[in-house]
């Protein structure tokens, strides 16, 4: 099944919520629910909160993120932002303001 | 760039909201709000789409609802719903399409007028008057006294009835004709 692209010219002020894959190139404000991933291409801007199983961040985000099973910010990504989740992952040379949250059930 | 790599809702997502781009954008999913685009909106079979839309072009085989303003084209498919009213200076309506609403091709010379307006007509026409019953009548005031029985009259003549909007002023007296005949058949 096609993953939903938002192309790098595109804005989207509002919500985008489903059951696919989300790969954004361009702008997203407002708010991101889906029951999969979401990556954030390194010249995407995310000002939303993220809901999400795994979350790939390589460009900028403004938010809070909360997945189900993974966070992972690239080297040269920028976040500001509280992060939920059981895994995090924070690449040398990405840029990050928040608080982290890995309360795993145990 | 990944500039051309379109912009797609797949099929289990939602959008809502505003979406603005330069670029195309295919949904297959479910897409509701406004949406500004410099580039072609495609809406797929299973898609649905609420939104007042200003496009280049459009193409529908899906569901739709909303205004539509495209600076070039508007395509309904055979598989289209569409309630909203479209204005694009060219609008292609396929068999099995169906829509209720207005069309609006903008200016039109005297010479295009007529092929390009009867091609979209008669599909349209059968949804679209019940909902507009007001757009029907208005004219017969209008006419001169003589044509006083004027309401048997379309009655009777009802099928042939599909003539573009733009036309009204130059049907009038052919109608009239058509209606005299018949009454003296």
């Known amino acids: 099944m096609a993953n939903t692209v938002i192309g790098s010219s595109i804005v989207i002020d509002g919500e985008i919520a489903g059951e696919e894959p989300i790969i954004v190139q361009g702008t997203v404000k407002g708010r991101i629910a889906v029951s999969e991933s979401v990556f954030v291409e390194s010249a995407a801007t995310i000002e939303a909160d993220v809901e999400a199983d795994t979350v790939e961040v390589a460009g900028v985000l403004t938010g809070n993120v909360t997945a189900g099973a993974r966070v992972e910010l690239k080297a040269d990504s920028k976040m500001v932002g509280d992060i939920k989740s059981p895994r995090i992952l924070i690449a040398d040379g990405a840029l990050f303001k928040g608080n982290i949250d890995m309360d795993v059930e145990r | ?185």
């Open chain 2, 1 to 185: 760039m990944a500039r051309n790599e379109a912009t797609v809702i797949a099929a289990g997502t939602r959008i809502s909201g505003r979406l603005e781009g330069a670029e195309d954008v295919q949904v297959l999913g479910a897409l509701q709000g406004t949406v500004h685009l410099e580039g072609a909106l495609f809406i797929d079979t299973e898609a649905r789409v609420d939104a007042e839309c200003a496009v280049d072009s459009l193409e529908v085989h899906g569901i739709l609802v909303g205004d539509v303003q495209a600076s070039d084209t508007i395509e309904l498919h055979p598989t289209a719903r569409v309630v909203g009213d479209l204005a694009a200076p060219r609008v292609i309506v396929h068999e099995g399409a169906r829509m209720r609403g207005l069309i609006d091709m903008g200016d039109m010379d005297a010479e295009r007028a007529p092929t390009k307006g009867r091609s979209a007509a008669p599909a349209r026409r059968p949804t679209a008057s019940p909902a507009r019953p007001a757009s029907r009548p208005a004219p017969a005031p209008a006419r001169p006294a003589p044509v006083a029985k004027a309401p048997e009259a379309p009655a009777a003549k009802a099928p042939p009835a599909p003539e573009p909007e733009d036309e009204k002023a130059k049907a009038a007296p052919r109608k009239k004709a058509a209606a005299s005949k018949k009454a003296e058949a």
